[in-house]
């Protein structure tokens, strides 16, 4: 009987180990955290942080167009003469020459008219300006002696009193002499002038085509002062100085000229967060639409670290090598050009890793490599 229960209890007790040493078997085990190890060393270019004064060269292209730039209409109705032959793109005309007319033999008749109509007003009523105002006589028989149907027509005497302008209104002398005046200045609307040297960049008529009231006619666009339209960043655009000089070349620096900023607008454009700037400039060569570069110094960014813009990360961070470690951190940025940025916010001798780094892990050893030779954290 004992030696029954003793065979039991074994058989449990192997039952009973059996469990236990599988459950300790399909039991996972936790994982050990993965350390990567740096077995290499990367080498970089770096410099020190040092702190000075700098005067920031700030670069922009713009498309040249003309400051004085205007669309011809016609204001009055008829048939273009062959004067207006000349009106085609490239043709230029200095300030005050005819660049378009129109035929105005209807026109001339109708002032002529206007004109003999207010003469024989005036000499109808001679006589009673002699009796009832004899004190303006001389300068009434003056003007009259001095008016010419052929001539624009003179300003009239000045009245001298309450009375003799009622006279004057009474006689239609004003209506007359308004009639006449709004005659020849339609008159002189059927001959086009150039209102600044300028040259034809674009053209819609033929001479001997008729042109009605308020038809475009073309585009005049100045030859001597033009306007750069520049854009900046808005943190580019606080650098800039009204009035400063402003260095223009073409792309391939080819041709250069020499501007001013003539104005900074004060609005930020939502959609770029850019802000427009205006050069004045002239010079030979310079024609509308061309393509050109504009460098000009920005106000002194005082106590700033300049770094190449290769070594700006994200426009925010930059690596840095602490204890031949590779490192990251935030800064302040003051200004980013095309090859150079401005930063603060860095201690100084800190060492500034400035070129991208291929596979760059935080961590990770680092050899910096100074222009001087030297290498290290020293």
Do not use: C
């Not at 004992?2 to 180990?17: D, H, P, T, Y």
């Not at 003999?116 to 004899?134: C, Q, R």
């Not at 009434?140 to 005497?157: A, C, F, T, V």
């Amino acid at each position: 009987m004992r030696q029954r229960i003793f065979n039991v209890l074994g058989f449990l007790g192997i039952i009973i180990i059996a469990f236990i040493a599988f459950k300790v078997m399909t039991t996972k085990k936790p994982k050990t955290p993965d350390v990567k190890a740096f077995s290499t060393t990367k080498y970089a270019t770096a410099i020190k942080a040092e702190y000075a004064d700098h005067t920031p060269i700030l670069e922009a292209y713009g498309r040249l167009r003309s400051m004085n730039s205007i669309e011809v209409f016609s204001e009055v109705g008829g048939k273009m003469t062959l004067a207006s032959s000349r009106f085609k793109v490239g043709n230029s005309f200095p300030k005050g020459s005819v660049m378009l007319e129109i035929e105005s033999d209807e026109a001339e008749i109708n002032l002529f008219s206007l004109r003999s109509e207010f003469l024989n007003l005036l000499t109808g009523i001679m006589a009673d300006i002699k009796s009832d105002y004899p004190n303006e006589y001389g300068k009434w028989s003056g003007y009259l002696e001095r008016y010419e149907l052929k001539k624009n027509i003179d300003e009239l005497p000045q009245y001298s009193s309450s009375k003799e302008k009622y006279f004057l209104a009474s006689r239609k002398v004003f209506q007359s002499f308004y009639n006449v005046k709004n005659a020849e200045l339609r008159m002189q609307k059927h001959i086009l002038r150039a209102p600044f040297d300028g040259i034809v960049t674009e053209s819609m008529v033929e001479a001997g085509s008729l042109v009605r009231i308020g038809q475009k006619l073309g585009k005049l666009s100045g030859t001597g002062q033009f306007e750069l339209e520049l854009t900046f960043t808005s943190d580019n655009a606080k650098l800039l100085i009204d009035g400063s000089t402003v260095e223009i070349s073409s792309p391939d620096n080819d041709m250069k000229w020499q501007g001013k900023i003539a104005r900074i607008a004060r609005n930020i454009d939502p959609g770029t967060q850019s802000v427009k700037v205006f050069v004045y400039l002239t010079g030979q060569g310079l024609k509308e639409g061309m393509y050109l570069k504009a460098n000009t110094q920005g106000i002194k960014i005082a106590e700033s670290i300049e770094i190449p813009r290769a070594a700006l990360i994200n426009n925010r961070f930059v690596y840095v090598s602490y204890e031949g470690k590779l490192a990251k951190i935030e800064v302040e940025v003051i200004q980013i050009g095309d090859d150079i940025v401005y930063i603060k916010g860095v201690n100084p001798d800190t060492v500034i890793i400035t070129e991208p780094l291929a596979n760059a892990e935080i961590g990770m050893s680092i050899e910096p490599l100074f222009n001087n030779g030297e290498k290290g954290d020293q």
